[in-house]
């Protein structure tokens, strides 16, 4: 478990870094407002951290009904390539050159 618990957080974590911020913030508002009794702190992260969590869901929510729907108004993108090597003009040999006098 020590394993997985921290590549499972650096996953969600990339993946959505502010959400997760704001909710860290808000966790953490939260356990410092119920350790030191301090009832509208412990509210406020956890209003914080719900409304974060919604944030993400509804993200979520958008990005899979953005992907259920039809693929008829998208383009194919070109694809662009670099020209083979011979079309390059090759580059100076410096050994070759001429090199004044001293």
Sequence with gaps: MNAIFPTV????YRKEPISSFIIIV???DAVLGGVNE???????????SGVAIGYR????QQAE???????LHRRKSKQLSLPPSSYRSPLPDL???RRPPL
């Design 95 to 97: 050994d070759t050159r």
């Design 38 to 48: 301090l009832g509208t702190l412990m509210i406020l992260g956890l209003l914080t």
């Design 65 to 71: 009904s953005r992907s259920d729907a039809p693929n």
């Design 57 to 60: 869901w509804w993200c979520i």
């Design 9 to 12: 957080l650096k996953r969600l």
């Design 26 to 28: 808000g966790a953490v």
